[in-house]
């Protein structure tokens, strides 16, 4: 599966944004689908994940609250609704793609990438 990020742009603290990652290929819904975001000089961390199976979503404890992970299986379409941004929330955001078992908040069970979306958020 080939995935591709959009929706990043420079938002006010405060603000809303919303991301979106679409899906080549007929077989979107055999994945897990999850979020991830790397800032400057660090390491790339999670952010959310949704369940193939159930739609059942995880979070990050920094983001609980603030996002939801969606996703649409007829448009192979997974979404990141960004709401009362923080500064600490600019990074680059990864859409990823799994279909093994494993960890969701762990960078290596994801076999498939997004070429990254960045957010700026302004305070």
């Known amino acids: 599966v080939q995935l591709q990020a959009f929706g990043g742009g420079l938002v006010q603290a405060g603000g809303s944004l919303r991301l979106s990652c679409a899906a080549s290929g007929r077989t979107f819904s055999s994945y897990d689908m999850g979020w991830f975001r790397q800032a400057p000089g660090k390491e790339r961390d999670f952010v959310a994940a949704?369940?193939?199976?159930?739609?059942?979503?995880y979070y990050a404890d920094s983001v609980k609250g603030r996002f939801t992970i969606s996703r649409d299986n007829a448009k192979n379409t997974v979404y990141l609704h960004m709401n009362s941004l923080k500064s600490e929330d600019t990074a680059v955001y990864y859409c990823?793609?799994?279909?093994?078992?494993?960890?969701?908040?762990?960078?290596?069970?994801?076999?498939?990438w997004g070429q990254g979306t960045l957010v700026t958020v302004s305070s």
């Open positions: 990823a793609a799994k279909f093994y078992g494993g960890s969701y908040s762990l960078v290596s069970p994801y076999s498939y």
């Open positions: 949704i369940r193939k199976s159930d739609g059942s979503t």
